[in-house]
């Protein structure tokens, strides 16, 4: 599985960003996917989560303002990311999981087997 992540850019805050990955391989439709962040000096940190049947779960510092949500169509998982804050800026880093079972561990970088390349996010103040 590939993932490629776009969408990234420089924003101020207040503004809205969304970002794509779209991954290749035919089974997406049944893959949980997660986007990460990782700031500078910071560890990689959980932002939100799509299961394969559609559930959602969100880090508690995006509720209410990013949505995840997916096209199985065209093989892509989106992040629309509103009311951003410059404490937002990041790496922000898609991933698949390929077992759904693991759908109970979405919050954690072990819940998933397969990482894109990231997408720079900035917001200024």
């Known amino acids: 599985v590939q993932l490629q992540a776009s969408g990234g850019g420089l924003v101020q805050a207040g503004n809205s960003l969304r970002l794509s990955c779209a991954a290749s391989g035919r089974t997406f439709s049944s893959y949980n996917m997660g986007w990460f962040r990782q700031a500078p000096g910071k560890e990689r940190e959980f932002v939100a989560a799509?299961?394969?049947?559609?559930?959602?779960y969100y880090a508690d510092s995006v509720k209410g303002r990013f949505t995840i949500s997916r096209d199985n169509a065209k093989n892509t998982v989106f992040l629309q990311m509103n009311s951003l804050k410059p404490e937002d800026t990041a790496v922000y880093f898609c991933?698949?999981?390929?077992?759904?079972?693991?759908?109970?561990?979405?919050?954690?970088?072990?819940?998933?087997?397969?990482w894109g390349q990231g997408t720079q996010v900035t917001v200024s103040s």
């Open positions: 991933a698949a999981g390929t077992r759904r079972e693991k759908w109970h561990v979405a919050g954690v970088q072990a819940g998933y087997d397969y």
């Open positions: 799509i299961s394969w049947s559609g559930s959602t």
